[in-house]
């Protein structure tokens, strides 16, 4: 074991493995290994970090051997303000905050001592196994567990379980799934599993395990605070944070599946306007092309769009077209992309990687040169005809298999890389729209990774069923969105799949999500809405026309009963403006998140460590939801201090677990006094 102490790093060499330990801003440390030379991959850790003065150490301890005689070992030692690591003679990892063991790498080989991870288990802290025929390896890490530690964060999962503690979780995008590797502990750290590959981590209660299927290196950050928010604002400065959000997009985005023409989306709008309700966004999903990749109006029902553009931007509405990254092999652009190299190659086999509606590959962001030529082709046919904002929709990317052996990037092979793949997509329009000189945008996406933030990315929580259990799930993936950096952040209201609008308990589903999503980040009606009764426009298999679409999803459309509910709580959302972009420009500073959870603000509280169906919006609201058919009451828990129930004078003093009642017109939201 060779041992150097470099001015700000740790680097130790043992059997092939180079191990660098660097501090990486305040109370915080970049670890990184690789069989060979350590390469410069920025990855998620973009932002150039606080400048310390650590103190790096290389010393001795005694080593008893087994004659009876001691011997002298060396061993590692670095110090960035509060987090300590400490490296063995046999190369083990262990961290200490304030001096407090709180992470060590799990290890069980016998290393000549009785020490506690001396044992004939062969089971070592990190595994590097070559992939057969490439220069990548498979690595495994392993960490010790902490008993009663609760683990938080890593993106958004369709499960019910907040706490991640033994869970397995894939380390993947799909659909209505974001993999953003930061997890917080609640024993006062966080952790950035800082590499795009295809794996999964295991955070059991008897080992935590992390797998990188495919990669050349590993790299992690640790950081360390006295909570979860002294802990965000640390690794967002590592990673990057949300810009401002644009004010006069904080009240309600109007959206359906799908507007099949301009007159609909007029029609719409000028309703809304007569109603005196102010959207701020219409969305254009997708078929309103001619075919996947054309990234252009079907002219057939869109003949005039920049006059509808201009229209809207009159009433004060700002528009949204929907892109995808499929390339269908009858656009205009398949042959050039391909012949070029700007999309996803595959394995073996068939050129293809998405078949809904259309034989497609899809685009490789990766490439700096697709990203130029996607933006150039959405700027001539939308951006040039005052399209305000993009969504970027199917940004995992959507494989029809996710085989991720099967697909290769620019980059690499998919299973080194893929996780970056949504960042890569949204970067295609960030940087084109902010080289174009335009301010105060977003983009809406399906999907993210570690740093997506930064590049303006409003992340929903896909294609979710309209279901109340999915209703609830919602609010673990959005509460773990926030604690892994990722700030704005929402769902489809009601769900996204509905086979009934006239059912009643879709439509009390429907308020119940309304309700939740007015003290949220963005406020966006969206759904496919069955039956499918209504007639397709036209007969050909292409086009704007043929494709079906859902019902009515205005706020009149489910009833004047349910119509008045919402009308209600969209005055309060308004009422909000300016606290809502205050939460707004706190993401943008330090990093919170505007959803957050109940130990976000009282983490000295045990009790709130346990909640998941009640969080604060804000520092000022408690919130909770209703997530279950035809329930008209719920307990709520009030940390320490005085709450008052909006809407009512009645105040309650904090400590204690109340019952509320909870009629359909009401939501239980409390004040923080």
């Not at 685009?363 to 697709?370: K, Y």
């Not at 983009?443 to 896909?462: D, P, T």
């Not at 939460?583 to 959870?597: F, K, T």
Request: with cysteine; charged share 25%; proline share 5%.
């Amino acid at each position: 074991m060779q041992f150097v102490a470099e001015k700000n790093a740790l680097v130790f060499m043992n059997r092939g493995e180079t191990v660098r330990l660097e501090a990486w801003g305040r109370d915080s440390l970049r670890v990184r290994a690789a069989m060979g030379p350590i390469r410069p991959l920025d990855w998620a850790l973009t932002e150039v970090p606080e400048k310390t003065e650590p103190t790096v150490r290389v010393l001795e301890e005694d080593h008893w051997v087994g004659d009876g005689t001691v011997d002298k070992r060396p061993y590692g030692e670095i110090v960035n303000g509060r987090l300590r690591a400490v490296v063995n003679f046999a190369g083990i990892l262990s961290f200490y905050r304030d001096d407090r063991l709180i992470l060590r790498e799990y290890y069980r080989m016998y290393d000549g001592t009785l020490s506690r991870s001396s044992r004939c288990l062969k089971v070592i802290n990190r595994t590097w196994k070559g992939v057969i025929g490439g220069s990548e390896y498979s690595l495994t890490v392993r960490f010790d567990p902490n008993e009663g530690e609760k683990i938080f964060g890593m993106g958004q999962y369709q499960q019910k379980q907040m706490d991640l503690k033994g869970c397995v979780l894939e380390l993947a995008q799909r659909n209505s799934q974001a993999s953003v590797p930061f997890m917080v502990s609640s024993l006062g750290y966080g952790l950035l599993w800082n590499n795009p590959a295809v794996g999964h981590v295991t955070f059991g209660k008897n080992m935590t395990e992390w797998k990188a299927e495919s990669t050349l290196q590993m790299d992690y950050y640790l950081t360390v605070g006295d909570g979860p928010k002294e802990i965000l604002q640390n690794y967002t400065a590592a990673t990057g944070r949300a810009p401002l959000f644009p004010e006069d997009m904080m009240g309600l985005w109007q959206c359906k599946l799908r507007y099949r023409t301009q007159e609909e989306v007029l029609t719409v709008a000028r309703a809304y306007r007569d109603a005196g309700i102010h959207i701020d966004l219409i969305v254009i999903d997708f078929f309103h092309w001619t075919v996947q990749g054309d990234w252009t109006f079907d002219k057939k029902y869109w003949p005039d769009p920049k006059a509808m553009v201009e229209e809207l931007h009159a009433m004060g509405v700002k528009v949204m077209v929907s892109v995808w990254p499929s390339v269908d092999r009858r656009s205009v652009n398949f042959g050039p992309m391909m012949d070029r190299g700007l999309l996803i190659r595959t394995e073996r086999g068939a050129d293809q990687t998405y078949d809904y509606q259309g034989d497609c590959v899809e685009i490789d962001p990766f490439n700096p040169e697709c990203r130029k030529y996607v933006w150039e082709k959405c700027r001539e046919n939308y951006a040039d005809l005052g399209i305000d904002y993009f969504w970027l929709d199917n940004s995992e990317p959507d494989y029809g298999v996710y085989d991720f052996d099967h697909y290769r990037y620019c980059q690499g092979p998919a299973l080194t890389c893929s996780n970056l793949y949504p960042q890569m997509y949204s970067r295609a329009f960030f940087e084109g729209m902010a080289g174009d000189g335009k301010k105060g945008f977003l983009n809406l996406l399906r999907c993210a990774w570690a740093g997506s933030q930064k590049y303006a990315n409003v992340v929903w929580s896909g294609d979710v069923p309209s279901t109340f259990e999915s209703f609830e799930e919602q609010l673990q993936a959005g509460l773990n969105m926030g604690l892994a950096g990722i700030p704005w952040w929402t769902t489809d209201i009601g769900g996204f799949m509905t086979d009934d609008v006239k059912d009643p308990a879709f439509r009390q589903l429907l308020i119940r999500w309304f309700q939740f999503a007015v003290y949220s980040a963005v406020l966006r009606l969206h759904g496919d809405r069955g039956p499918y009764n209504i007639p397709a426009l036209d007969d050909r298999d292409f086009g704007g026309g043929y494709l079906h679409t859902g019902q009515d999803n205005e706020m009149w459309s489910y009833g004047e009963e349910n119509y008045a509910i919402m009308r209600k709580y969209y005055e309060k959302r308004i009422a909000m403006h300016d606290y809502i972009a205050s939460l707004y420009r706190q993401a943008h500073e330090n990093g919170s998140p505007l959803i957050r959870a109940m130990f976000w603000e009282f983490p000295e509280d045990e009790k709130c460590w346990e909640l998941q169906d009640q969080y604060m919006f804000g520092e000022k609201y408690l919130v909770a939801p209703i997530f279950h058919l035809d329930q008209f009451e719920r307990r709520v828990y009030l940390p320490k201090g005085t709450w008052r129930r909006e809407g009512t004078d009645k105040v309650y003093e904090g400590g204690q677990e109340i019952l509320c009642e909870a009629p359909l017109d009401d939501m239980p939201v409390f004040e923080r006094l």
